[in-house]
Nanobody
């Protein structure tokens, strides 16, 4: 079963740091763009950052200079280092793969993890 599993969320004080991880498991031939999204209560899900297989990155303006996305293709894992956290960063963070190609050639689009809660509060 192909799945994404996030970890690393939790409660942190304003100004603190957290590192999220998302590991893909199952049948994997290639993972295209891997990204992090977040959804705060009462708000729509929004892109935080994404990264191509070659390492090109894209960030939401609200997190530029504070968050860093990276990936380890050998481990099929994407990371999100979050520094200088603010209360407005509080949300459920979701991992996404836009195109997942299995060893059998099956193409899975828009695969999501189950989400991990990040709460920034004093």
């Amino acid at each position: 079963q192909e799945q994404l599993v996030e970890s690393g969320g939790g409660l942190v004080q304003p100004g603190g740091s957290l590192r999220l991880s998302c590991a893909a498991s199952g049948s994997i031939s290639a993972l295209n763009v891997m990204g992090w999204y977040r959804q705060a209560p009462g708000k729509e899900r929004e892109l935080v950052a994404d990264i191509t297989r070659g390492g090109s990155t894209n960030y939401a303006d609200s997190v530029k200079g504070r968050f860093t996305i990276s990936r380890d293709n050998a481990r099929n894992t994407v990371y999100l280092q979050m520094n200088s956290l603010k209360p407005e960063d509080t949300a459920v963070y979701y991992c996404n793969v836009d195109l997942w190609i299995t060893r059998w050639g099956t193409q899975l689009r828009d695969k999501w993890g189950q989400g991990t809660q990040v709460t920034v509060s004093s």
